[in-house]
């Protein structure tokens, strides 16, 4: 049976059922790729500018605090060494990167599994368009109020259409987030409640990604 999605106006009124590529929006998700993907695009996102300071680094600590032998005292090199207190830091994390790639098949199959995961979900819509005449942030409020949107979601676009100014009226709604569909990744298509697809979007995307 093929995979089909309904489609709204800007009014939240439904005009039909669209068709959209079974190999993209009708697969069975494969959770463990599902996985695999957000960990890799959690680990990229991370600064690790993480950094402390070791014995080498740290200020003071030129002089034998005292002599070697003759004072019952254990032997000291440096009040800097890592058992003094104001002492280096052993084994303490440097700045690094965390960043890593899965494979390209294994990404694209995440990412066909993260939108049909949404589709089983009853969590994806179609759109006839996203243009606005103008910026206004409660004209795109209202657009999400018609289709029911209440929590976060995620809005995806051809970069071909018209959608600056929708972009621009959403910069101050918390739970909306607009991307193109070459820029579609599978972390914000996962952490979104409802996947919103113009119908230009969804068609590229089922070309694309198949």
């Given at each position: 049976m093929?995979?089909?999605?309904s489609?709204?106006?800007?009014s939240?009124e439904k005009?039909k059922?669209?068709s959209?590529?079974d190999?993209?929006f009708?697969?069975?998700p494969?959770k463990q790729?599902?996985?695999?993907?957000?960990?890799?695009q959690?680990?990229?996102?991370?600064?690790?500018?993480h950094?402390?300071?070791n014995?080498?680094?740290?200020?003071?600590g030129?002089?034998?605090?005292?002599?070697?032998?003759g004072?019952g005292?254990?032997?000291?090199?440096?009040?800097?060494?890592?058992?003094?207190r104001?002492?280096?830091v052993?084994f303490?994390p440097?700045?690094?990167?965390?960043?890593?790639?899965l494979?390209r098949?294994v990404r694209r199959l995440a990412?066909?599994?993260a939108l049909?995961?949404k589709?089983?979900?009853k969590?994806?819509?179609?759109?006839?368009?996203?243009?606005?005449k103008s910026?206004?942030?409660?004209?795109?409020?209202?657009?999400?109020?018609?289709?029911?949107?209440e929590n976060k979601?995620?809005f995806?676009?051809?970069?071909?259409e018209d959608w600056?100014n929708?972009?621009?009226?959403l910069r101050?709604?918390e739970?909306a987030?607009i991307?193109?569909v070459?820029?579609l990744?599978?972390?914000?298509?996962?952490?979104?409640?409802h996947l919103?697809?113009?119908e230009?979007a969804?068609?590229l995307?089922?070309e694309?990604?198949?």
């Amino acid at each position: 049976m093929a995979t089909k999605l309904s489609l709204y106006n800007q009014s939240g009124e439904k005009l039909k059922d669209v068709s959209v590529a079974d190999a993209v929006f009708g697969i069975t998700p494969n959770k463990q790729v599902l996985f695999d993907a957000v960990v890799m695009q959690q680990a990229n996102m991370r600064q690790g500018t993480h950094d402390v300071k070791n014995r080498r680094e740290v200020k003071g600590g030129g002089r034998k605090p005292w002599r070697q032998k003759g004072t019952g005292r254990a032997r000291q090199g440096s009040t800097r060494a890592t058992q003094w207190r104001g002492g280096g830091v052993p084994f303490g994390p440097t700045p690094r990167s965390y960043a890593y790639h899965l494979n390209r098949k294994v990404r694209r199959l995440a990412l066909r599994s993260a939108l049909s995961a949404k589709v089983e979900d009853k969590a994806a819509l179609l759109l006839d368009s996203i243009a606005f005449k103008s910026i206004k942030t409660k004209d795109f409020a209202q657009m999400m109020k018609n289709l029911k949107l209440e929590n976060k979601a995620l809005f995806v676009v051809c970069g071909d259409e018209d959608w600056e100014n929708a972009f621009l009226s959403l910069r101050n709604i918390e739970n909306a987030l607009i991307l193109t569909v070459e820029g579609l990744n599978v972390y914000d298509v996962l952490n979104a409640d409802h996947l919103v697809m113009t119908e230009a979007a969804a068609k590229l995307a089922g070309e694309v990604f198949a």
